[in-house]
């Protein structure tokens, strides 16, 4: 007896220490192309919890972050079942790609632990199970704005996307906003997700002619291929105008696209260069942690903010995270300051609700940068499920 008393209180301590660690399982693209979302994510998440830690009243976070490798559902839901059964994170966060996003989902609501995306962008994700939370943006988000706006300037678009769902979606966002303004789709053609080759695709795009090209492309490297081979089959030199969701011209990627991208427009909820004062200090904050070659894009913007919100569902718990509870602070969360403007999550479908900007990419400063010009609209739910409720 006497020596089992301290070995109780030995392993009581012990809980209570492990209860002041909340885990956190991150799965998301570390290598190959699309490598810049692992990265982003995680520079997000490490610097808002390094200016913001002491904030949680001595409650610890721990990060153990998965390489999913790029769109690879299988991996990714292998990874989650590792993270939930053998880890035993109490929240899962990241997913760059849609087709991982549903491999995941089954495994929140099986194991009723929170997963807060920090991309995935295709609207029917956030159906998948009850315990998703997106704090990035969805593809209808921007293309339906992208296509009001541009039916006022072009009369015929041709659309160009990668043949997956949130391609889909862009295609079909766009197609919709577009057309109720009056404008003509003239082509709409998918390539495939993996190493396409686009010049096929862009050769045939010119000789149709249209005003416009909208195209949709997961952002990182393949961003700059489309750019170089826009420029060098001569489609901007034959008169017709690049358009697209933020993706096309990701901030990060803007010094290896070079002058070629100067002129393109788009619409989306982030730039690096938006002039806000909250976007200034997370600029900020982000050139002086990993130096002035690094930008945040989009990726590390829904990063920043999901943990900002991860701190409150922490805070408002100490630290004992319920998995019921912390939806419901999701639910409720709102921040009129994010970098990107103001932002909530709709508490109906669990989606962030936030602006839409049109941007041109300008020189800054003697850098290129996505210039807000103009906010498209405001407040911007997902379209989609905004359309299946009026059905
Ligand atoms: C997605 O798979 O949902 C996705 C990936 C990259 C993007 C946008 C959406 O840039």
Redesign the pocket.
Known sequence: MKRLIPCLVASLLATAAAAQTVKIGVINTFTGP?AV?GEMTDRAFKLYYKLHEKELGGVKLEFLSRDDGG?NPDKARQLAQELVVRDRVQLLAGV??????MAIAPVATEAKIPLILT????SI?TTRSPYIARF??T?WQSCVPLGEWAAKRFKRAYTLVSD???GHDAETAFGQGFKAGGGEIVGAVRMPLQNPDFAPYLQRVKDAKPDALMV?????KT?TSVMKTFSDLGLAAAGIKLIG?G?IT?DEELPNMGDVALGVLTVHHYSAAATRPQNKAFVGAWKKEYGAASTPN??AAAAWDAMDAIFQVVKAQKGAIDSERTMELLKAYRNPDSPRGPIAIDPETRDIVQNEYLREVRRVDGQLANVEIETVATAVKDGWKELQKKK
């Open positions: 699309q979302f769109p760059a790609f849609t087709p991982n996003a991309n995935a962008g295709t994700v990035s943006f593809i997956y769902a949130p949709f492309i997961p952002a990182g961003a969701p993706d990701t989009f990726a």
